[in-house]
């Protein structure tokens, strides 16, 4: 794992620890097969499985997948405004 990959995964902690859901655990397997990046919940093992290729870390995916597990929901309006709270609260434009 690059560096890129492990500040982009210690940022998501920090985000899950704030939320209070420190018991989720992310686990990051490398795609450098060139399929698209990809995530996914396991609500009852409490994980986040993420993959993108090595080196190009995908905030957007992390936080996207952060989104399902305070929503508990699908792509719904519920989904979309909280990821755009989350977006706005953590995003940095530089
Ligand atoms: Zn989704």
């Not at 795609?31 to 399929?35: E, L, T, Y």
């Not at 290729?53 to 995908?58: A, D, F, I, R, T």
């Not at 929503?71 to 792509?75: A, E, L, N, P, R």
């Given at each position: 794992m690059k560096y890129a990959d492990k500040q982009c995964l210690r940022w998501a902690e920090s985000i899950l620890q704030e939320k209070g859901l420190q018991e989720w655990k992310i686990d990051f397997s490398p795609?450098?097969?060139?399929?698209g990046d990809e995530g996914l919940c396991l609500q009852d093992s409490k994980r986040i499985i993420i993959h993108w290729?090595?080196?190009?870390?995908?905030y957007p995916l992390m936080l996207h997948e952060i989104t399902h597990i305070i929503?508990?929901?699908?792509?719904d309006s519920i989904f979309a405004h909280e990821y755009m709270k989350l977006v706005s609260e953590y995003f940095i434009v530089e």
């Open positions: 795609n450098n097969k060139g399929f290729q090595e080196g190009k870390p995908n929503t508990g929901s699908g792509h």
